[in-house]
T-cell receptor
Framework: GENVEQHPSTLSVQEGDSAVIKCTYS??????FPWYKQELGKRPQLIID?????GEKKDQRIAVTLNKTAKHFSLHITETQPEDSAVYFC???????????FGKGTTLSVSS | NAGVTQTPKFRVLKTGQSMTLLCAQD?????MYWYRQDPGMGLRLIHY???????AKGEVPDGYNVSRLKKQNFLLGLESAAPSQTSVYFC??????????????FGDGTRLSIL
């Protein structure tokens, strides 16, 4: 089945810096890769996603890149702000395209 | 629209007790999921369902059972609770397919402690 590895597990940056979180996946048949943000005590919320026919996607300060040959994808946050502090999860569509398999999460701390 | 609603929000059990977690969605979604979230372990898929009357095992199914008798409800059962099942449980649902038009919606979670 699908396996998703996520790094780093924790990331601390200064306000205004950029943050990058990287994930790798194992199932070459996966073709959908969403990113979720989870604030303390809240539910995970979808922030951006990418499909395998696209190499990069941007939405204001966040962007996701995908290298399907290498089976890895990354989340980029520019001009970080304190409200970006949260746990971020990457995921890949596994179970023959029926279920999202998540990475273990990255705790991002943005200090002002 | 309430989205995905989980009941209860909190529960404390003793080892060996049984209980059922209820997930209800009002979006007419075919697919429903149960995940557990533990510190440093991310969201791990327990069981899922691709339609009424169907269920399938996920990454960590042992010790849990599920039922999908109605399309809008997905029940997660613990027959004999163990301390290792202390966790936050999230239910989710979505439409079939892959992509932006089929986002996965999560409930608010159930915090379960087993003593």
């Amino acid at each position: 089945g699908e396996n998703v590895e996520q790094h780093p597990s924790t990331l601390s940056v200064q306000e205004g810096d950029s943050a990058v979180i990287k994930c790798t996946y194992s199932d070459s048949a996966s073709n959908y890769f969403p990113w979720y943000k989870q604030e303390l005590g809240k539910r995970p919320q979808l922030i951006i996603d990418i499909r395998s026919n696209v190499g990069e996607k941007k939405d204001q300060r966040i962007a996701v890149t995908l290298n399907k040959t290498a089976k890895h994808f990354s989340l980029h946050i520019t001009e970080t702000q304190p409200e970006d502090s949260a746990v971020y999860f990457c995921a890949a569509m596994g179970q023959a395209g029926t279920a999202l398999i998540f990475g273990k999460g990255t705790t991002l701390s943005v200090s002002s | 629209n309430a989205g995905v609603t989980q009941t209860p929000k909190f529960r404390v059990l003793k080892t060996g007790q049984s209980m059922t977690l209820l997930c209800a969605q009002d979006m007419n979604h075919e697919y429903m999921y149960w995940y557990r979230q533990d510190p440093g372990m991310g969201l791990r898929l327990i069981h899922y369902s691709v339609g009424e009357g169907t269920t399938a095992k996920g990454e960590v199914p042992d010790g849990y059972n599920v039922s999908r008798l109605k399309k809008q409800n997905f029940l997660l059962g613990l027959e004999s609770a163990a301390p290792s099942q202390t966790s936050v449980y999230f239910c989710a649902s979505r439409r079939p397919g892959q992509g932006r038009n089929q986002p996965q919606h999560f409930g608010d979670g159930t915090r379960l402690s087993i003593l």
